[in-house]
């Protein structure tokens, strides 16, 4: 079974910096284009950051360029998200999705290909 787990959400305040992992487990990564996407209630989703199967290419949304850095550990079968500078507006669920490939890490961040595994999410809240 195709699983994918997220972990890392919690509570920091403005300014404060956490770290997301994204654990496959049923399926390799090394062929999958990796993103983070995060969707509120009533708005369409958004793709956060997305990174090639090989972790050469990333892709970043503007709202999180500069603030967040995508990783992989092909080895471990995880995708790292840091973010840092976070700022209440950041508040969200997060959830990872696996997209085979060929694809594209912009093409996957735009939503112009729908990502056949998700995890359960994880949430996030930057308060003051």
């Known amino acids: 079974q195709l699983q994918l787990v997220e972990s890392g959400g919690g509570l920091v305040q403005p300014g404060g910096s956490l770290r997301l992992s994204c654990v496959a487990s049923g399926f390799s990564l090394d062929r999958y284009v990796i993103g983070w996407f995060r969707q509120a209630p009533g708005k369409e989703r958004e793709g956060v950051s997305c990174?090639?199967?090989?972790?050469?290419?990333?892709y970043y949304a503007d709202s999180v360029k500069g603030r967040f850095a995508i990783s992989r550990d092909n080895a471990k079968n995880t995708v790292y998200l840091q973010m840092n500078s976070l700022k209440p507006e950041d508040t969200h669920v997060y959830y990872c999705?696996?997209?085979?490939?060929?694809?594209?890490?912009?093409?996957?961040?735009?939503?112009?290909?729908?990502?056949?595994?998700w995890g359960q999410g994880t949430q996030i809240t930057v308060f003051s």
């Open positions: 990174i090639s199967s090989s972790g050469d290419s990333t």
């Open positions: 999705a696996a997209v085979k490939i060929p694809t594209t890490v912009r093409a996957m961040c735009t939503n112009q290909m729908m990502p056949s595994t």
